[in-house]
């Protein structure tokens, strides 16, 4: 419900949520799954999180991040995996790229 409050009208399917409980009493919740935005035919993956905090009945919430993760075309999944550019600007290896460079350290840590 949360999710579907936050982008009015969107098809929402919730795939795995986790809780926590938090300062105070509170809630830190964790929630990814699909939608898909009103006027697109194009599905995406999504994560939010928010925070209930207690009141006197219950909970509200009072912090809420919603990120939505750019959609994948069949061109980009078939690409070799490797450094690619994140949204936010940082560099993200795939798990593959990285065991080269850790074997390589490994290497240097302890020749022989």
């Keep these: ?7 009015q009208g969107a098809k ?29 035919v ?18 509200f919430v009072l912090n809420d991040i919603l990120c939505l ?5 069949a061109t980009a999944a078939a690409a070799p995996a490797g450094p690619r550019p994140a949204e936010n600007g940082y560099l993200t290896l795939a798990p593959d790229s990285q065991a080269p460079l850790l074997q390589q350290q490994q290497q240097q840590q302890h020749p022989g």
């Design 12 to 40: 929402i399917t919730i795939e795995h949520s986790e809780a926590q409980y938090s300062l105070q009493n509170g809630v830190l919740l964790q929630v990814d799954g699909r939608l898909t935005l009103p006027n697109e």
């Design 69 to 73: 993760h750019p959609t994948i075309d």
């Design 1 to 7: 419900e949360k999710v579907n409050g936050t982008v």
């Design 42 to 59: 194009v599905e995406r993956r999504y994560t939010q999180i928010f925070f209930l905090a207690p009141q006197d009945k219950g909970f």
